[in-house]
């Protein structure tokens, strides 16, 4: 069995405007020290799976195991980078970071406790900023800091949902290679939920291409042939990377003509509100 | 420059400026008893000059008594922000408790402090303590509302982060649940304190204590109705003052 199992996960919200089936059966499965994107369009249910997999909601079908344990509810073993980044304003850098390694180790030291504080913070080059608020940062310092408190907790999964997707270009850029950089050097297990294709190459092994909502499965993986340690820079024309690119494009592209089809052969097939409109990107 | 000079000085005073000119008509045309604002600083005079002179218990100078108010809106506001806050944090947490209490808060909020006092007297016997206790049950409200809106409009963003970290019960308390609340306690205490002031001049007009409010009650009992005016001012300026500096309290806390 893999190091993090997920079969049939199916998730659905009812609202007093009707039911919204979000998930209708992921499949997905890592080994350790591995890291994996699922790309997909917005709104196809992507930050749903995230919560699902951190535990901060409750499927109604299927299961998740993680390191053969199931997943029943949130807990430090998977750290989780929220899209927003979800920093206490109130607390310092240090503090915001030293809160999460304050609860995973409580049978640590104080002294050691600071240490490794300190180490993840240095790891996204925030130590001169490590006395500020929140506030006082820029968006990008914002998001170093929840990427050093998620990685401070030493999951065995860290999940990321769509970390990056506030920031402008360049600042996005960065990070990624940052984000790359620091992967290099501890091999954590890693689930990126992003919809940027080229971020998704970048940085993962394997991808899975989401299809969009509602009732959103995953489609084949699609392996990134790129090896180690990757670079940025003349990446874009690489055989492999060209592959994996025209995989993953075709397959969320045929995905969404398909669900348009579905639709129209269906006849006047009612639209859910706020489930995200399935194929609107293409009717642009 | 200019302009800032114009709207933050030049148009409150002719603000005041009208004010005074209605005073004044009122008091010469359809209320020769009002004393017009001349003979009110003519016989407040002394009151103001010497804010601290005392002849007697209840002929004291202006500073004096609103010291003794001050000092009893005080006790009584700490009072209800002790009893206040809690209630508070509780209604926001615990659904059961909210479910028992919130109809009682909701009852007991519009009672009138003019209700509260005369069964503070028969519960205490003293007026002083019955005095202090109609403060602080009628200015505790808003505490208590404004904090249970706090704690459960906090974020869910914020309570995840407490979740994902499996926090103990008190550390989710103190480094999530009371710090994400707090703009809303502090707002909450702004208007308790706004209240209190509001309820002194009430339970010393009833009491007799030595106060502004029990000064104004028994000027107005010997007919010298330019202490009445020179009360009424006063009231006006401490409470002005003192939502002033909650606010400034208030607003260093919403910084965070």
Redesign the interface.
């Known amino acids: 069995m893999a190091y993090v199992e997920v079969r049939g996960l199916r998730k659905a919200y009812v609202t007093p405007r009707g039911r919204t089936p979000v998930l209708g059966g992921i499949d997905l499965s890592l080994d350790e020290g591995e890291f994996v994107a699922v790309v997909g369009y917005s709104g196809s249910g992507k930050t749903t799976l995230v919560s699902l997999l951190g535990g901060l909601i409750a499927p109604d079908g299927g299961d998740i195991r993680l390191d053969g344990v199931p997943v029943t509810g949130p807990g430090p073993e998977r750290g989780i980078v929220f899209q927003h980044y979800s920093l206490l304003p109130w607390l310092s850098v240090r503090d915001n970071v030293a809160l999460a390694v304050d609860a995973v180790n409580p049978g640590l030291s104080a002294a050691e406790r600071r240490r490794i504080t300190d180490e993840f913070i240095a790891l996204v080059n925030l130590t001169p900023a490590a006395w500020k608020r929140p506030r006082e940062l820029s968006g990008g310092m914002r998001q170093r800091v929840a990427v050093a408190r998620g990685l401070a907790m030493r999951p065995k999964l860290l999940l990321m949902d769509e970390p990056f997707s506030a920031l402008d270009a360049l600042t996005r850029a960065t990070l990624q290679d940052e984000l790359l950089r620091i992967w290099g050097e501890r091999r954590s297990t890693v689930i990126l939920i992003t919809n940027d294709v080229d971020e998704a190459i970048l940085l993962a092994d394997r991808i899975y291409p989401m299809t969009p909502g509602p009732d959103a499965v995953l489609g084949p993986a699609i392996e990134v042939g790129l090896p180690r340690p990757r670079q940025r820079r003349h990446m874009s024309l690489e055989p492999a990377y060209q592959k994996a690119r025209r995989a993953l494009v075709d397959f969320l592209r045929s995905s969404v003509s398909e669900r348009e089809a579905a639709t129209t052969e269906g006849g006047p097939r009612q639209m859910r509100p706020g489930s995200g409109t399935p194929g609107s990107p293409m009717e642009v | 420059m200019k302009i800032r000079l114009t709207s933050q000085l030049i148009l409150p005073m002719l603000g005041a400026a009208c004010v005074l000119l209605a005073w004044t008509v009122v008091s010469a045309t359809i209320a020769p008893d009002l004393p017009s604002p001349a003979r009110t600083w003519q016989e407040s005079r002394r009151y103001i000059l010497e804010p601290f002179f005392k002849d007697g218990e209840m002929n004291q100078g202006i500073g004096r008594l609103a010291f003794y108010s001050l000092v009893r809106v005080g006790k009584g506001f700490v009072l209800a922000l002790a009893i206040g806050t809690p209630i508070g944090f509780l209604l926001g947490l615990s659904r059961p408790f909210h479910q028992s209490f919130d109809p009682i808060v909701q009852f007991m909020r519009p009672i009138s402090p003019l209700a509260w006092l005369p069964l503070g007297l028969v519960i205490f016997q003293k007026s002083e303590p019955a005095a202090i206790f109609t403060i602080a049950l009628c200015a505790m409200w808003p505490t208590v509302i404004n904090t249970a809106v706090g704690v459960r409009s906090i974020s869910q ?2 309570l ?2 407490g ?5 103990s019960r008190s ?1 989710m308390l103190t ?2 649940i009371v ?2 609340t ?1 703009p809303y306690v502090f707002t909450g205490y702004r208007l308790s304190l706004g209240l209190a002031w509001l309820v002194i001049v009430a339970s010393e007009m009833l009491t007799g204590t030595p106060g502004v409010g029990g000064f104004l009650w028994q000027e107005y009992n010997s007919l010298v109705y330019a202490h009445i005016i020179l009360s009424v001012l006063t009231i006006g300026a401490i409470g002005f003052l003192l939502d002033r500096l909650m606010g400034l309290v208030e607003a260093r806390v919403r910084v ?1």
Do not use: F, G, S, T
């Open positions: 963003e914020y995840n982060v979740r994902v970290l499996k926090l550390r480094r999530i710090p994400a707090l965070n």
